[in-house]
């Protein structure tokens, strides 16, 4: 039998990126996927590559959306025992001052009220299941201030309470909360925010690239694989006594 055999996972943001290794990961382990994107053309083709799976169109960030995400999975699902809030956006590089108030908005809905939407939605379904977890997907943007991402690290540090807060408020009803902190994943997004990065400093990629890894204990990026293999885990019957716990996948970064 394997280890999440039976058991009804939705992900959210899962077209592609770090979602979609996680979600291949539940797969792997038994489980069975229900997946969401805010981009049609991303989520076509992963369906395509994953027919074993469900998915919808859905903009986590707009509630009505979110809601006729329920409705469609609920359908076709009966229910669920995991829920993975992943879905999120990097939000703008810039100093406070120059920040687009639509953007920080913007950041706010996708990556905060988009895992309370979710949340709200999925937590009467967790309740009537045996062995229910949550997973947020922060960052160690969500435990370490970072200048020039304020409202991608203010949204990712409120990740860190909602999720010691509903670990609390949920654990009598047998449901895990908990919260990855992914480092420096390798891949498509990171180097975007390298380049963003470069461009607002006036220096160039690979420099930016040095100093940030200097910063990391073990030297080196991690993997979208190491943060879905610690998904996996949380989920399955040996992390039946975790909640509550933020748990960095990151190879400790010491300062961003
Ligand atoms: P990504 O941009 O590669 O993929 C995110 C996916 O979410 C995309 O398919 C995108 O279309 C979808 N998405 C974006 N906005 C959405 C919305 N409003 N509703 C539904 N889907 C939406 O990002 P990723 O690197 O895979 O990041 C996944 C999560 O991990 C995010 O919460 C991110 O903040 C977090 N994270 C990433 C890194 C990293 O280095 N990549 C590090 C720390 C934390």
Redesign the pocket.
Known sequence: MKILEEQRVLI?????????VMAEYFEKSGAQIWI????EK?LAQCLQEHPAWHGAH?????EDSVNRLFEKMTQSFGGLEILVN?????GPTAPVEEIDPEEWRRSV???LN?AFYCTHLAVPLLKSTDQASIIN?????GRLGFALRLP?AST?WAIIGFTESLAKELGPSGIRVNAL?????E????EG?FHARAESEGIGYEAVKQRILNNVSMKRMVS?KD?AEMAVFLCSSAGKNISGQSISVCGNVENI
């Not at 992943?86 to 990097?90: F, K």
């Open positions: 959210t943001g899962a077209g592609s990126g770090i979602g979609k969401c994107d805010a981009d991303i859905c903009d986590v960030s707009d992943n879905a999120g956006i990097a809905g996708v990556n988009g997907i922060s960052s160690v943007a991608y990712k902190l992914p480092g420096i994943v891949g498509p997004r990171i925010v979208a943060v």
